[in-house]
Structures are given as C-alpha cells and as structure tokens.
C-alpha cells in the first residue's frame, strides 16, 4: 500500500498548496468584513456619536445635580445663620436702647433731686383719644398720686397723672383740652401752653393770648417755668413752628410741636414727690 506520510516530497506540496489556498481564503474574508465594516459604519458611526454626546451630558447633568444640591444646602445653611444673626442684632439693639433709658434715667434723677423716678410702660390709649389719655402699669401700689408729672428720658413732658386706681393709672396728655401747663420760652418769655381741640389731632398744642409786643417766633424752645404746682423748671415741653394772629389784634398764638413723639411712646418716668419723712430719713 502506498503510504502518503512517506513521501516527503508529496507531503510538503500539498502542505505549501494548503497554506497558499489557506492565505487566499483570509485575504478575501478580510477584504469582505472591511467592505461589509466600511458600509455599517455609516449608519452606526452617528449613533456612537450620539451616545458618546448622550453620555457626556448626562454626565455633566449628574455633576450639576449634586452642585445645585449642594449650593442649595449651603444657601439655606447661610439663611439660617442670617436668621441667627438678625435675631442676635435686634436683641443688642433692644440692651442697647434700653442702656440708653437708664442712662438718661440716671441723669433725670440728678436733675429733679426732689423726686423719684418711676419707670411705667404704656398699656393702653383710650378709644377716640389717641393722643389724650394712656393707661400705665402703675398706681398707688407704687406710690402714684394724682397730679405728678409724666416725662420722658429725655426730658420730654408727657402729661400729668390723672387718675390712679391700685394697679394702674392714667395719663392726660398735653395735647388735651384740659391740660394747662406754664412755661416759658428761652427769650424769658412766661406762656400759658394748652390742649387745643383744633390741633391735637395734627399732634400740636397751642401757646395763647400771646401780647403783641413779645418777642416770640418759628423755632422758639418752650420749657416748663415751674409755675403752676405741679410741672418742675427745666421740662422741655416743644418747640414753636407757627406764630399766628388770633382774633383780637392785641394778641396772638403760637402753635408748638411736643417734644415727644406722643403717638409712639411705649416708656414714661412718673415723677414721684419725695415725702418730707423720707428726707429727713436720708438726712
């Protein structure tokens, strides 16, 4: 029998006519799958691109996200501490205008040496007279009486004590009808200052039967002249902003803006006489 693995010759031929088909075969496949590559790739070479521009953005959407979340975080940290900071201010401005009042309290006290000073918070304003009558937090408990002289810190004239009951008391304040207080204007001039139902609705009350003769214009400062019994020297009570003629010619008025803002007060000092016994006790 004849053995073809023998034959060397025979062997190597078929061996090289092998390879050379094996090489033809690959070269074509090769050439098809780059033809059949070259053709796919049209359509799918946009579709990468899209999921490459997709897939940047998406994660550029993720970074944003977690940035605006963390802004926001740190927006609403930054609120909190500003809340923080406004509450904190509003308090140093309250101790801070409140170490003002006493200490403006502690030089009423230096001046008005023949009373004491008694701190009162304003409660009530009586309906239909705004500007009229207040309703304090003192009364006799405290030593109140009718008649004492209600003032600011800064030495502004409020009114007097009306009326006083155990608890509480009231105020009738400058701007009424019924309020009559002396003063006298910084030329020396003496004035009878009142309530004037014209104008204690504009917040003004009036100085009348001014003579001709005296010397009184816009821009007057009236104080308290200590006439009277019952107001000390030395209360500022306004200041004159108009001067106009009354009804006679020989006299005219003056009309005075209080030197308290008497629609916004919310703390009064009632000045308390100081009773001979307790004098005498401090002697």
Not at 2 to 11: D, G, H, P, Q, T
Not at 174 to 202: A, H, P
Not at 222 to 239: A, F, M, Q, R, V
Request: charged share 30%.
């Amino acid at each position: 029998m004849f053995n073809f693995f023998e034959n060397k010759s025979l062997v190597l031929i078929v061996v090289t006519v092998i390879l050379i088909l094996l090489i033809g075969i690959s070269s074509a496949f090769s050439e098809t799958m780059g033809q059949i590559g070259n053709i796919l790739s049209v359509p799918i070479t946009p579709v990468q691109k899209f999921c490459t521009f997709t897939g940047k953005n998406i994660e550029a959407f993720v970074l944003f996200f977690k940035d605006t979340k963390a802004i926001k975080e740190e927006n609403e940290a930054l609120k909190e501490s500003i809340k923080k900071l406004q509450s904190e201010n509003r308090e140093l401005t309250k101790l801070k205008e409140k170490n003002m009042e006493l200490k403006k309290a502690l030089r009423l006290k230096g001046r008005f040496d023949a009373y004491d000073l008694v701190g009162a918070n304003i409660t009530a304003m009586d309906p239909g007279n705004w500007f009229n009558i207040f309703t304090l937090d003192v009364g006799s408990r405290d030593g109140i009486k009718a008649d004492s002289p209600v003032i600011t810190s800064s030495r502004g004239l409020v009114g007097r004590i009306c009326s006083v009951h155990f608890s509480q008391s009231k105020v009738l304040s400058i701007l009424d009808e019924d309020s009559v207080v002396w003063g006298w204007s910084e030329k020396g001039w003496s004035l009878r200052i009142r309530g004037d139902l014209e104008y204690k609705d504009r917040g003004f009350c009036i100085a009348d039967m001014i003579p001709i003769e005296m010397d009184i214009a816009e821009g007057d400062l009236i104080e308290t002249s200590g006439y009277g019994g019952i107001y000390p020297k030395g209360i500022s009570i306004g200041k004159v902003i108009e001067v106009k003629n009354q009804d006679s010619d020989l006299y005219r008025f003056a009309v005075i803006e209080p030197s308290v803002d008497l629609e916004n007060l919310e703390e009064v000092f009632i000045l308390r006489k100081k009773s001979i016994e307790a004098g005498s006790e401090e002697k």
